[in-house]
């Protein structure tokens, strides 16, 4: 591999990384539209928006993930991918079906979490408001 013929490309979520390795084509959707970015490509940064990013290696393979919005910061030949959620999916075809199992369960973690911390706060107001009567 020549120099300037691959970007190194990390994709992160909030507690760990989706993907780390080499690319030689990244495809994403930005607010502003789609774009693509090769290994000379200028530095840019982007704001991303719920899409399939589509990574292609040199060796053809292209590698399929849903995300949620994010930013992209490529320099150089590093490119950095910070989403929210993110899946892989092992095809075009298959993907929707693995977003949407699993961007639910998280939902439905993120709505019981919420619920949760509500209930902490109720509590919390309760024990305040009865600490303040007068006895």
Not at 51 to 61: F, M, N, Q
Not at 101 to 115: G, K, L, P, S
């Amino acid at each position: 591999m020549t120099q300037g013929a691959s970007m190194h490309v990390r994709v992160r979520l909030p507690t760990r990384i989706l993907y780390a390795g080499d690319a030689g084509h990244v495809f994403a959707v930005a607010e502003n539209g789609a774009f693509g970015l090769l290994p000379n490509h200028a530095d840019y940064v982007a704001s991303l928006v719920a899409s399939v990013l589509i990574l292609r290696k040199e060796t053809g393979e292209e590698l399929f993930f849903g995300i949620d919005q994010g930013l992209l910061v490529k320099r150089g030949p590093e490119v950095d991918i910070a989403v929210r959620r993110g899946v892989r999916g092992d095809s075009l075809d298959t993907l929707s079906e693995t977003v949407a199992t699993v961007f639910t369960e998280v939902d439905e973690a993120e709505r019981t979490a919420r619920t949760a911390l509500s209930r902490l706060e109720v509590g919390i107001v309760r024990q305040l408001s009865e600490l303040r009567k007068p006895v």
